[in-house]
């Protein structure tokens, strides 16, 4: 699983840095990216869902592996 | 709740935020509003008002600078004189492309990293406050706490004298929660309001120091040192933005666990809930209604909008649409799927969002900790302000 965050809808609530360190970074503007180019590792996936279903924004983008 | 206007007897062609009704208890409103063809109340008081009460529609309007302007979120009888796209406290009443440079300012100060440094400061005033009534046994939530924390720390970001706390929030009753006032009213108070900043500025440009009112006196933007209208405007958006409304969301959060044993329970015994649910609370209790004004008439899904009508943006009732959320209507703590729009959509998204988060869990964190029971004192003494900020004004809390 990959998480990404898209950069033009991202507004910074840092809902997604809050709720999954390990995956997310906010730059000194608020802005989130995601953390060792969006590779999710094992046991976190869930961690990834949840930061993806609080972005008021919709920003927040998971790729499932095929 | 000043009640200077006719009581409200249809809700859907005579709306009116500042009705006690509507301060007192706004759910079924909103839930009637929603459940019409059309989820659009509108009203001629105020020169004209539109409600949109759907999360849909909100979203729309929030994320639509070109047809909705900025240029004033605050309803008022009146319209505000400074133009667009600066508006008269940026950024929040700016619109593109003003609005990018003046917010991304501000923003550093408001990082998670930089909100992080104010915590000890927080708590230890948290601390205070509850010493300050120590062995009483009833409390008022909001006035005895929720009211003097947000207060407390942005005057010390903005370096003003912290011992001025009353005066801010007067100002802050006046300004937001006053709105039915004639206009000369207003214009008064804004001119009290005017000449304390001018004073504080004044004392920053004789003395500068490492505070916020100083990084504004300082900043630039695009080159060129900011206007002073704008380093004022922005102060007094700082110093009004934070305070009603992080009080108000203490004061909900407190309300909500004073009534709600079981939840209380749950959050003192599983203590590592309270991010969560401090966005549900957020969610289920959001204190903000902010306002545009339509730019030009249209025509919006059947609405004849006027130029220059306002347009309420009420995310408390996008945060209860059931088309946007399950159970929208009860507070789940562990809510796992919580898009909530307490601190707006799109380019306007609260910038002190992080500071008023970490404002929430230490003041629920503190209070938790000392009084681990309480309950409502006196559940029909509780008062909620009114306007385009919700929060409990009067809290009576049993602790002892
Ligand atoms: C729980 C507390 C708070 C809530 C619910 C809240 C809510 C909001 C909302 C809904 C907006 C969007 C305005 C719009 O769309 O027009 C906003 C903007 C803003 N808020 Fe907050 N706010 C809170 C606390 C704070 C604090 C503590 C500060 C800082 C001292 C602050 C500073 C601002 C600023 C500067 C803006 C304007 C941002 C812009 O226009 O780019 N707020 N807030
Ligand atoms: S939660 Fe969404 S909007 Fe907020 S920082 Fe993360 S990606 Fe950006």
Not at chain 2, 175 to 203: G, H, K, M
Not at chain 2, 245 to 253: E, K, L, M, P, V
């Amino acid at each position: 699983m990959r998480v990404r965050v898209d950069g033009d809808k991202c507004q910074g609530h840092n809902r997604c840095y809050s709720l999954a360190p390990e995956l997310f970074d906010v730059d000194d503007y608020g802005n989130a990216h995601e953390l060792n180019d969006g590779v999710v590792p094992p046991g976190l996936e869930e961690k990834a869902r949840l930061a993806a279903a609080n972005c008021p924004e919709y920003a927040v983008i998971i790729e499932e592996d095929a | 709740m000043t009640g200077n206007h006719p009581p409200v007897t249809d809700w859907s062609v005579d709306f009116d935020h500042a009705d006690p009704t509507y301060a007192a208890d706004p759910y079924p409103i909103w839930e009637e509003i929603r459940g019409r063809g059309c989820p659009v109340a509108h009203s001629d008081r105020y020169g004209g008002v539109w409600f949109p009460a759907t999360h849909e529609l909100v979203s729309e309007i929030a994320y639509d600078t070109e047809r909705f302007t900025s240029r004033s979120v605050l309803v008022t009888e009146g319209r505000p004189l400074a133009p667009a796209p600066q508006g008269i406290a940026p950024p929040i009443s700016s619109d593109p492309p003003f609005h990018h440079g003046a917010r991304r300012l501000l923003l550093p100060a408001f990082s998670p990293k930089a909100i992080e440094k104010l915590e000890p400061f927080t708590r230890a005033y948290c601390h205070e406050l509850l010493d300050a009534v120590a062995g009483r046994e009833v409390i008022d939530g909001a006035v005895d706490y929720s009211q003097h924390i947000p207060v407390r720390v942005i005057a010390k970001m903005l370096g003003f004298p912290l011992e001025d706390a009353d005066t801010f929030r007067k100002f802050v009753h006046d300004v937001l929660e006053s709105v039915d006032l004639p206009i000369e009213r207003r214009l008064e108070n804004f001119l009290e309001l005017d000449a304390y900043l001018t004073a504080q500025v004044e004392d920053h440009l004789a003395h500068p120091r490492d505070d916020l009112t100083s990084f504004l006196l300082d900043a630039e933007m695009d080159g060129a040192p900011l206007q002073p209208e704008h380093v004022g405007g922005t102060i007094v958006l700082l110093l009004l933005a934070g305070i009603d409304t992080t009080w108000s969301a203490i004061g909900s959060s407190l309300w909500h666990l004073a009534g709600h044993a079981a939840d209380r329970q749950r959050l003192v015994a599983e203590p590592e809930l309270l991010p969560l649910a401090i966005e549900e609370f957020l969610r289920a209790y959001a204190p903000v209604t902010m306002a545009r004004l339509v730019v030009d008439d249209m025509d919006f899904h059947g609405c004849p909008m006027k130029k220059d009508e306002w347009v309420l943006l009420p995310f408390p009732s996008a945060n209860r649409d059931p088309a946007a959320f399950d159970r929208a209507d009860e507070v789940i703590l562990d809510r796992e799927e919580n898009r909530h729009a307490a601190f707006g959509l799109g380019i306007h998204r609260c910038a002190g969002s992080n500071l008023a988060r970490m404002e929430m869990r230490v003041a629920l964190e503190v209070w938790l900790e000392r009084f681990p029971e309480f309950s409502l004192a006196d559940p029909a003494g509780v008062q909620w302000s009114g306007g385009q900020v919700r929060g409990p004004r009067v809290l009576p809390i049993h602790v002892g």
